[in-house]
């Protein structure tokens, strides 16, 4: 093997890495998910949260069969990957006057679930 192929296989094992992680933590997120948000979040809307199904890359407080608290309602742009993040990191700080009490504080964790979150249509 010459030197100049040494970068290149670097390169390729990295993209080979980044491949396998996504499907991996999206698991986890799914692991997650259930022990800490499936109690609320079902796969349909309900007085207790909304479904989210579709939720990464749609309005906030943009489901129709969901009534959101003021906090959310107040809110405006699309369920961004960091907006995602923000709540869950702190839902009250997001989004004052938020129904949800429940927050995710680990970064890897938050990241996992909105990845999970991704995989949901």
């Not at 698991?27 to 800490?36: E, H, P, Y």
């Not at 006057?97 to 990845?115: K, L, W, Y």
Request: with cysteine; charged share 15%.
């Amino acid at each position: 093997m010459t030197r100049p192929a040494l970068p290149v296989l670097a390169a390729l094992a990295l993209v080979a890495g980044l491949t396998v992680a996504a499907p991996s933590q999206a698991a986890d997120g799914a692991r997650l998910f259930n022990l800490q948000c499936k109690t609320c979040h079902g796969a349909k809307s309900t007085p207790m949260g909304p479904a989210l199904a579709g939720v990464a890359g749609a309005d906030i407080a943009g489901r129709e069969d969901f009534t959101y608290s003021a906090g959310l309602k107040a809110k405006s742009g699309t369920w961004t990957d960091a907006a995602l993040d923000a709540y869950l990191a702190k839902p009250m700080a997001f989004a004052p006057g938020t129904r949800m009490m429940v927050a995710v504080p680990n970064a890897e964790n938050r990241a996992a679930i909105v990845t999970y979150l991704k995989t949901l249509k």
